[in-house]
Nanobody
Framework: QVQLVESGGGLVQAGGSLRLSCAAS????????MGWFRQTPGKEREIVAA????????YYADSVRGRFTISRDNARNTMYLQMNSLKPEDTAVYCC?????????????????WGQGTQVTVSS
């Protein structure tokens, strides 16, 4: 089992930037595909970005492509989400998730381990 803890959320003005971190512990981090997801009240959780075990393959939702960058540092057991040009519609609770796989996993239901989430609020 792997434990995930997010950090880096907060309040930012539109056009600003934040970097989220997801620290993993418990098992070999490089054995896991990882993803970032977000959820707002009344809406289903949606994928934001995903990354394979080595970082060589990534996926982005259309709504964030070109503004967000997902990355990972397997030596530090940490995944990141750099968020630039933030918009009010990016406001959500952002969660990281993991699944033991060498593939790039984009399907939400495939993920097995979830963090508690960190709030991101973008003011207009």
């Amino acid at each position: 089992q792997v434990q995930l803890v997010e950090s880096g959320g907060g309040l930012v003005q539109a056009g600003g930037s934040l970097r989220l971190s997801c620290a993993a512990s418990g098992r070999t981090f490089s054995n896991y595909a990882m993803g970032w997801f977000r959820q707002t009240p009344g809406k289903e959780r949606e994928i934001v970005a995903a990354i394979n075990w080595s970082g060589s393959r990534t996926y982005y939702a259309d709504s964030v492509r070109g503004r967000f960058t997902i990355s990972r540092d397997n030596a530090r057991n940490t995944m990141y989400l750099q968020m630039n040009s933030l918009k009010p519609e990016d406001t959500a609770v952002y969660c990281c998730a993991a699944v033991p796989s060498i593939a790039l996993i984009t399907q939400l239901t495939a993920y097995e381990y979830w963090g508690q989430g960190t709030q991101v609020t973008v003011s207009s």
